[in-house]
């Protein structure tokens, strides 16, 4: 603090000068100042004193008291005008720096990339000829170890339920059970499971070789918008493929289970058959139907989005593979799930009739 006598009641001070004069009858009451040092010059007395102020700009006013009349002198420091620049540019910087995680840009392009399917199917614009290949690779190729799957879960599904039921004399719910058991769960769970393992992760790979290869820019390029040359006709071809593969399988795991129960337990093929036709409703085959297009968009958008977010060259391919086929399947449970909330309500009377 300082003090200075015989000074003029309004002074004002600013950092654009490196030297301030004061005149006039006034009492300063206080100063604040910072690092740099300036002159204030007192032509009357003739004396210089050095005082700290900051680098910013600062203005120093004098305002007459009404206690006592004497002019009393505050400093305005504009210091929110000095930070905001700084501020501006350490968030710019933290900005630059900043990415977001893995999991949610990858979780967005999924929207993302599902809007863009949408929308393109309802225009028409889709790759008839890769979607026809896709088709091939999907269906066909895909029928073997699906129906080898689905017939082996069959078989050991029929071991438990025989030999429970059987002790509770319960032969011809056999059939039902194992019916309605294959119609509304496993056989479209089964079949996207195989499906998710041995196409969702060739999906993933193939993309995120392309992607890391930089494949995807020439087509963009060459005026092909990747989307409909790569991405449509995989969910398409999931998305038509799945329903029949679910339907063979469910056809196979109930031949499986009859054949079993026959050779094995005594229990006659007929009695499994009539069971299974007196339980089974046309919404069962209906609902596994549209819970197998369910899963093979999921598996389909999955994998395609994480092939196309694919970093890092070949170690990146392999992660996203990977990380490809878990997110299918944990979504094809979660959307299993939700749908068999939505389809199956209430308490059930289907096994009824083949008591």
């Known amino acids: 603090m300082l003090a200075a006598a015989q000074i003029r009641p309004v002074i004002h001070i600013s950092n654009r000068l490196y030297l301030t004069n004061c005149r006039g009858p006034a009492k300063i009451t206080s100063f604040r100042f910072g690092h740099l040092t300036r002159k204030l010059v007192f032509p009357e007395k003739a004396k210089t004193h050095k005082l700290f102020s900051p680098p910013h700009q600062t203005k120093l006013f004098a305002v007459l008291n009404t206690d006592d009349g004497h002019p009393s002198v505050s400093v ?10 700084l501020l501006n540019h350490e968030l710019s910087t933290f900005l630059s720096k900043w990415s977001p995680p893995k999991y949610l840009w990858r979780g967005l392009s999924v929207l993302i990339l599902t809007g863009q399917v949408i929308i393109r199917t309802i225009n028409g614009k889709i790759h008839w000829k890769n979607t026809l290949q896709q088709l091939e690779r999907v269906g066909p190729k895909s029928v073997g170890v699906c129906l080898l799957t689905s017939a082996f879960v069959g078989m050991a599904f029929t071991i438990q339920f025989v030999r429970e039921f059987t002790r509770l004399g319960l032969n011809r719910s056999i059939g039902g059970v194992l019916a309605l058991a294959f ?43 990747p989307v409909d040359y790569l991405v449509t006709p995989r969910v398409l071809a999931s998305c038509i493929a799945l329903p029949f593969l679910t339907l063979m399988c469910f056809t196979v795991g109930m031949a499986s289970s009859a054949l079993l129960a026959d050779s094995v337990y005594g229990i006659s093929i007929n009695i499994i058959l009539d069971s299974a036709q007196r339980a089974l409703k046309p919404w069962d085959i209906i609902s596994a139907m549209i819970k197998s297009q369910v899963f093979g968009a999921i598996i389909s958008v999955v994998s395609c989005a994480w092939g196309v977010t694919t970093l890092g060259g070949a170690k990146g391919v392999g992660e996203s593979t990977t990380s490809a086929v878990v997110v299918s399947l944990v979504g094809i449970f979660i959307a299993d799930f ?3 909330c939505c389809f199956f309500q209430g308490a059930g009377d289907s096994l009824k009739n083949c008591m």
């Not at 305005?76 to 930070?83: C, K, L, T, Y």
Request: cysteine-free; proline content about 4%.
């Open 76 to 85: 305005s420091e504009e210091e929110e005008a000095s930070e905001t620049p």
């Open 183 to 225: 119609s509304r769960e496993l056989s479209p769970v089964v079949t996207s499971v195989v499906v998710a393992g041995r196409i969702g992760s060739a999906f993933a790979a193939e993309l995120g070789t392309m992607q890391v290869s930089e494949q995807t820019d020439t087509l963009r390029v060459l005026g092909a918008n």
């Open 338 to 340: 939700a749908l068999s």
